[in-house]
């Protein structure tokens, strides 16, 4: 993600007085600077297209994969958050659907090419449509490296996170689709909803989400 993941709040109220990030498309292109991204990234001189990030996605694929090969190390490919079809900040978000991501898997089919599964992006990306379809196409090609576990309500162009559980999926069935493709790698959580007297670091919305997901493996 050239110019990072973007957000529009940080402290929209949830459940419990815990106040969590959110995202809506009109605020943030009505909006000039870069007051709203989550954290700082490069400044881009101009419009990048589509078609110019993919030939440098493409040279670059070209050259490292080789090299990932011969060193037997794994690239986990994250979506682009949020997966809006807009270049904010400029550059054009690749990585926003499934037809972007079966491309990038299409050219360049290797066992060190696969996906960070951002559950939270991915169901940014329809309002939690197509989750479980993306899961059995990348996983069952075993495409499916690691897990971000999270989730939110609302769809890429106006959405907030929340606790994990309350979002647009069914989570059971999620880790069941997982499990049924054989993925066996690790699952952590990703953003979490901040709680009364948290951390920086979201430890407790963190240790709810952990305690969250050992539970649902547990049922499994």
Not at 17 to 32: E, M, P, V
Not at 109 to 116: A, F, I, K, R, V
Request: charged share 25%.
């Amino acid at each position: 993600m050239p110019t990072g993941v973007w957000r529009t709040s940080r402290t929209t109220p949830i459940r419990g007085g815990a106040n969590t990030t959110a995202f809506n498309l009109s605020d943030a292109t009505a909006d000039s600077g870069s007051k709203f991204q989550k954290r700082s990234s490069a400044r881009v001189d101009r419009q990048y297209t589509d078609d110019e990030m993919w030939a440098n996605y493409d040279w670059y694929m070209e050259r490292i994969l080789a090299v990932c090969e011969e060193a037997n190390v794994r690239m986990a490919l994250h979506p682009d958050d949020p997966p809006v079809n807009y270049p904010l900040g400029g550059v054009a978000r690749l990585f926003r659907n499934f037809d972007n991501f079966r491309r990038a898997f299409d050219r360049f089919d290797s066992p060190m090419h696969g996906l960070d599964f951002c559950h939270g992006c991915w169901s940014e990306m329809k309002g939690g449509d197509g989750v479980l379809d993306a899961i059995r196409h990348f996983g069952g090609a075993g495409k499916i490296f690691y897990v971000h576990l999270r989730d939110v309500q609302g769809a890429v162009e106006d959405f907030n996170e929340c606790w994990i559980g309350e979002g647009n999926s069914n989570i059971r069935d999620v880790l069941q689709t997982l499990k049924d493709v054989g993925f066996n790698g690790f699952m952590i959580p990703d953003h979490v909803p901040r709680m009364e007297g948290d951390t920086d670091w979201s430890h407790r919305g963190r240790a709810y989400t952990i305690g969250y997901m050992k539970a649902m493996l547990e049922v499994l």
